[in-house]
């Protein structure tokens, strides 16, 4: 008789849950491809969603697109500006403590590349303080007004003149470069002023300090130069 071979063994069952050993004793992942794409979706969205609120825009908004450029002032009054402009306007915001018009040029430069109907630029006031010549600050404005050729209107803020510990030459700088700023919007249709300085002499004059410390607006203080900005962007004609 021929032998029988023998039978076999039957495959134990592979669990529902859980990975399974392979050939080798190690485990081989029981992950299915719909789940590893939909984390990739997932990761993807939220990557986007990530860059579009960093560049406060979105590829399918119709709003007239804005720019805010600042210092200290402007970064501490994001919050302000959305909730003010920010219905109004696709909007950048773009602020940095202690910066100068000098230290912003290249951060303007990168903001450039993108089309804006209205640019706002608030600069100035670090330079004053500094002591930074009042000839380079106004040469660095107009260097970032230039950098927006396509912009319907740009706004330029005047600077405070009642600086904390303020000397009579800091005092001379800032009205100094206040002229400087009118002087330009005088000669570019597209230029307005936003006139800061006028506002908190206004308010000191009612007895209203819109300051906490001769620089930074309090929160009185940052609506009504917010509500200046816009104003002023309103008054834009064809923007």
């Known amino acids: 008789m021929s032998a029988v071979p023998a039978a076999e063994p039957t495959p134990a069952p592979r669990s529902a849950r859980g990975p399974r050993r392979g050939g080798d004793g190690g485990y081989i992942s029981d992950v299915r491809l719909p789940v590893v794409l939909g984390a990739g979706v997932l990761i993807l969205v ?3 969603l990530a ?3 960093a560049y406060g825009t979105s ?3 119709d709003r007239p697109r804005a720019l805010v450029l600042g210092d200290s002032i402007t970064d501490h009054g994001q919050r302000v500006l959305r909730n003010t402009i920010g ?4 909007l950048s915001i773009e602020g940095q403590d202690n910066f ?5 040029l290249p951060v303007a430069e990168r903001w450039a590349t993108r089309d804006f109907q209205q640019v706002v630029i608030n600069l100035g006031t670090n330079d004053v303080v500094q ?6 600050s106004a040469a660095g404005l107009q260097r970032m007004v230039d950098l927006f050729p396509g912009a319907t209107c740009i706004h330029l803020t005047t600077v405070s003149e009642t ?3 303020r000397t009579s030459t800091t005092t001379a700088d800032a009205a100094s470069l206040n002229d400087t700023i009118r002087a330009m919007a005088s000669n570019d249709p597209r230029l307005r002023i936003v006139d800061w300085n006028a506002i908190v002499l206004a308010q000191q004059e009612r007895g209203v300090e819109l300051t906490s410390d001769g620089v930074h607006p309090t929160t009185e203080g940052q609506q009504l130069l917010v509500d200046a900005y816009e104003q002023s962007m309103g008054g834009c004609s064809g923007a």
Do not use: E
């Not at 002591?131 to 380079?136: I, K, S």
């Open 100 to 104: 100068r018009v000098d230290d912003q």
């Open 51 to 53: 860059i579009r609120l």
């Open 131 to 136: 002591g930074w010549p009042v000839d380079q």
């Open 59 to 61: 590829t399918d908004d």
């Open 46 to 48: 939220v990557a986007v």
């Open 163 to 165: 600086l904390p510990g």
């Open 87 to 90: 219905p109004l306007y696709t």
